[in-house]
Every structure is written in C-alpha cells, then in structure tokens.
C-alpha cells in the first residue's frame, strides 16, 4: 500500500523559506516520478512542482519558478520541496504525490496523495 507523509510546513514570514520532505512507502519510489501539489483558501488544488522517476527532468508551476526546488533521494524513498522567497500567495496546503505509472515525466498524472502539510505566509 502506497503511503506518503508530508513533513516541514509551519508559519514563515514573508520572504522567508521552509523545506517541506515526503517520506514514502509501500514500494520502489525510485521508478515513478513525484510531485507536490497545493491547495490555497478558496483557491483551485494546482501542481506546482513534479520530478521524474529518475530527477533528471522537473516541472514548475509559473507561479514558483525560480522560488521553489523539487529534489528527491531514491534511496531514502524521499522527496523535497524547497521553497524560498515566500509570498502570503504560497500559502496552502501541500500534499505529495506519486503516480502509478512507472518511468513518468514530471508532469503526471498523479494518483496517490500524503494527507497534506499547512504552510502559511505571513505578511
């Protein structure tokens, strides 16, 4: 069983940074590309970043570019969000993702969800 927990969220300050990671589990997560989404107060859930299977292509939502840095660590069934320069705009709530295809892109889709992590940015 596919599980993924999100980690690292908390309030920040404007311009401040967080790193959010991904703990997954239930099985090899070196095969299939990650990602993180978001969800803000009223607002559309949106995928803001994605890596591949492999980390050799990743994806950015306009809104994050140059801002945010997706990573991951195949052998700790890890992934990270890096997220600076934040603006009041960025907060959410994030959740990991993964898909169920393996060998993707960074772009989707995505099938399995973390119960999410709050980030709040405060003005």
């Known amino acids: 069983q596919v599980q993924l927990v999100e980690s690292g969220g908390g309030l920040v300050q404007s311009g401040g940074s967080l790193r959010l990671s991904c703990a997954a589990s239930g099985r090899t997560f070196s095969n299939y590309a990650m990602g993180w989404f978001r969800q803000g107060p009223g607002k559309e859930r949106e995928l803001v970043t994605g890596?591949?299977?492999?980390?050799?292509?990743?994806m950015y939502a306009d809104s994050v570019k140059g801002r945010f840095t997706i990573s991951r660590d195949n052998a700790k069934n890890m992934v990270y969000l890096q997220m600076s320069s934040l603006k009041p705009e960025d907060t959410a709530v994030y959740y990991c993702?993964?898909?169920?295809?393996?060998?993707?892109?960074?772009?989707?889709?995505?099938?399995?969800w973390g119960q999410g992590t709050q980030v709040t940015v405060s003005t």
């Open positions: 890596i591949s299977w492999s980390g050799g292509s990743t």
């Open positions: 993702v993964t898909t169920q295809r393996s060998y993707s892109g960074p772009g989707g889709p995505y099938d399995y």
